[in-house]
């Protein structure tokens, strides 16, 4: 059973602060992950994807990825209160493109 | 550059009804996916399809769920006889083939 768990949270942090959402996932195997986030009563918005071990940074965001920890993580900087939403976590192994999704991760950013 | 279309974006049906969701993807996208969210809950896949091919639909429910990617047209979701459990945001996506990105979903309400 594939799976990826995420904290469910609230995580609460101030404006301006840097918020951090972390995943794991079980299937060795995997190969993309990917990052959405989800106001209430929205759709999942693709904000970024990642496919190898490291940092991968697009503008205020970065996903950081640990093949070896099956890790992945999404580090938002300058929170703002726009960026209060649920985020998440997706990841598929290779020759699959069904990702498997986390529950996500709710954020608050306070003012 | 259109994203995914979804209609109806709420649709009330009473139990017994039919219930019809149609998806139009990404231009050029190829794959499909269907996914069901109840509230406070995580994205459920159900079905993912190609033109003209079921490719896995093992998060489908047996009975009175079908769905369909013909050659010329949307993709349809249609859910038969539908109950109250069936009341819930029906998202779809497309991919091409392996970010996904999501139409806006289809609020069902079974009374």
């Known amino acids: 059973q594939k799976e990826v768990e995420q904290n469910s949270g609230p995580l609460s942090v101030p404006e301006g602060a840097i918020a951090s959402l972390n995943c794991t996932y079980s299937?060795?195997?995997?190969?993309?992950f990917f990052w959405y986030r989800q106001y209430s009563g929205k759709s999942p918005e693709l904000i970024m994807s990642?496919?190898?071990?490291g940092d991968k940074e697009d503008g205020r965001f970065t996903a950081q990825l640990n093949k070896a920890s099956q890790y992945v993580s999404l580090l938002i900087r300058d929170s703002q209160p726009s960026d209060s939403a649920t985020y998440l976590c997706?990841?598929?192994?290779?020759?699959?493109?069904?990702?498997?999704f986390g529950r996500g991760t709710s954020l608050i950013v306070h003012p | 550059n259109a994203g995914v279309m979804q209609n109806p974006r709420h649709l009330v049906r009473r139990r017994g009804q039919e219930a019809r969701l149609r998806c139009s993807p990404v231009?050029?996208?190829?794959?499909v996916y269907w996914y069901r969210q109840l509230p406070e809950e995580g994205l459920k896949f159900m079905v993912y399809?190609?033109?003209?091919?079921?490719?896995?639909e093992s998060g489908m429910p047996k009975e009175r769920f079908s769905a369909e990617f013909p050659k010329e047209g949307p993709s349809i979701l249609r859910i038969q006889q539908v109950v109250r459990g069936d009341s819930a945001a029906y998202f779809c996506?497309?991919?091409?083939?392996?970010?996904?990105?999501f139409g806006p979903g289809t609020r069902l309400t079974v009374l």
């Open positions: 996506a497309s991919s091409s083939p392996n970010e996904q990105f």
């Open positions: 997706a990841a598929s192994s290779g020759g699959s493109y069904i990702p498997t």
């Open positions: 231009k050029g996208h190829s794959h």
């Open positions: 399809l190609q033109k003209e091919n079921i490719i896995d």
């Open positions: 990642i496919y190898s071990n």
């Open positions: 299937d060795r195997g995997s190969q993309s």
